[in-house]
């Protein structure tokens, strides 16, 4: 049976967990969910961890919402080493979806960013989950982005 | 036997450690109380930890100052990473409210965030602990915020 | 047998792993190459990881690419901390080619970066694995760089 | 017995073990100190582990220098992580005594605030040492600094 | 038998290790040398893992160039954690040697600091694996420098 872990926060300003789990219904309905919501982006590598290791979850997809001073970046970094480290640990995909709330001053965009990142990167977790490896190799180096347009290749090759 | 375990530290400027304690004594009156006060931030992650392991804490609140320095900033980071790591390794919670010196330019100001923070969080950590990993799913994505008003979602959907 | 891992990203605007894999390929031909493709260089420890260990590689190459922005370099700076905690645990070398989205402004020549970087730290690597630890040292503190020209030795001695 | 370890380097300007070691020797006379000098901030850590885990040390103080520049900060942030993974894994405290160059452009002054501070932080350990977690309770969110005047608490409660 | 372990790096532009071994050569005359080449400074902590881990080096020395960069420098943060992490690990010193590019702007003063931090770097390691913890005590607090002239106490006591 496969597990997926879903964690978010109550500090996010956009429900994206809604969004990445009907992603992960659609395409991988086999799969059961549990979600774990927690205050902010500094207690989200315990809940993906306890996914992981006491629910024996899969993978596991993060919901982070982080504001725009210097200080909560520095919080954004405390995260993503945790998540590095337990990901090392467990050998298992975290995919961190992460918006920061300057990424626009325009709210009906920053929403939008926030549901195409959630949805595409639960896409991407369902892919790696689903086949493995060499599943996005066939998008590698294609500048492929998640809240934004694709940036595409640099030149044509 | 439920046991929640708080380090405060002796740099604070605002005795948050009360706050917290008085809220966890009426939301779980079950729950034994641990403190643990160390001289600043970077003692905090080993009296947290002490407290986990030592003690048999289920969770932990962690109650910091932070000065207004670049260099206090690192302090917090490197703290934030070590409370990560700690978590990671036990997979308990342990919930950091941490004020920044900065914040406000206005004591009276500084207080109020100090002691609103130290009381929500304490309150995510009982629901947490006595509930478990969707006791705060109601409210993913609406934009809590200790210390502050809420700041809502981005858009209402 | 001599067992390689390439692992790349969606993110990347430059296909990479292309060209690290001809050197692999050229120039240490009895090695079997596995390719693991993520979405982002967070995404590249736990492969690393998974290389290393799960599939019994006997090093890596990376190939990233960071955007412009402050956030980006923070994540890059996560990504190293976890790349180089894997390397002491598992003492196999991940050699890191990392090509910045602010290196130039030109296409072309942020393409000529990325391909040149990728072909001489595969170079790298294959030494490091057939020749071992001094394979390299009669270039040590010569200034070499890969994606420019090299910068030679301050002074002729 | 009671074995207290000291971290001094060669950087430092101020010989600040000096003033660290007359408090523990008057406050916590029974106790054995064992002195550890090595050249700068990055070396403190493994010297800290050694004392700690060879020797046995029930705690530690380091007392290290950091120099003006963004480089130097760096490096107090990879040894302020390091310090802090160490205490997690012990389970012992490691205070941690810093001085920043551009603290003060006056030397005299400079130096007030390094013997200062290594006295305070001396304290801070024996008071741990000896009476355990609640020692520092009574302070708790009184504004105690290390180097500086007390800053006080915000408001008077 | 005593064993020292040298790291150093192709993207170096001075070829420091050949200062560094003339002097464990002279100060160490017992001692075996290893050194071990890799090709930046995120190469370095592995191969001083290897080096003490692999080959039973008593200590390691190792020298790196760091670009001018913002991302150089994050590069530098890295690896000193890792490097750290590595000696708390192990307990055995690795003495870093770093040189940064932008130290100076005169390639001859760039030579001049790389050649005597190595040097001097050399000859602190060798009195920490001949003599141990007390060996530099004599030198605490008295602003010591490396690469530099020795900035001296901050005032005569």
Chains 1, 2, 3, 4, 5 share one sequence.
Not at 75 to 84: D, N, P, R, T
Request: glycine share 8%; proline share 4%; aromatic share 6%.
């Amino acid at each position: 049976m496969i597990k997926i872990g879903v964690v978010d926060t109550t500090f996010s300003r956009v429900d994206m967990a809604k969004y990445a789990i009907e992603v992960i219904e659609t395409e991988l309905p086999e799969a059961t969910i549990i979600r774990y919501t927690v205050p902010g982006i500094k207690d989200i590598p315990v809940a993906a961890r306890n996914l992981l290791i006491n629910e024996g979850c899969d993978a596991v997809i993060t919901l982070g919402w982080v504001g725009p001073g210097a200080v909560d970046k520095y919080s954004y970094l405390a995260m993503s080493v945790g998540l590095i480290m337990l990901q090392i640990m467990t050998g298992k995909h975290v995919i961190d979806v992460t918006v920061h709330e300057d990424e626009s001053s325009d709210p009906e965009e920053l929403y939008q960013i926030a549901v195409d990142r959630a949805r595409k990167h639960a896409l991407n977790l369902v892919k790696l989950v689903k086949y493995g490896r060499e599943a996005l190799t066939q998008y590698a180096g294609k500048g492929l982005r998640q809240g934004r347009p694709d940036a595409g290749p640099v030149i044509e090759e």
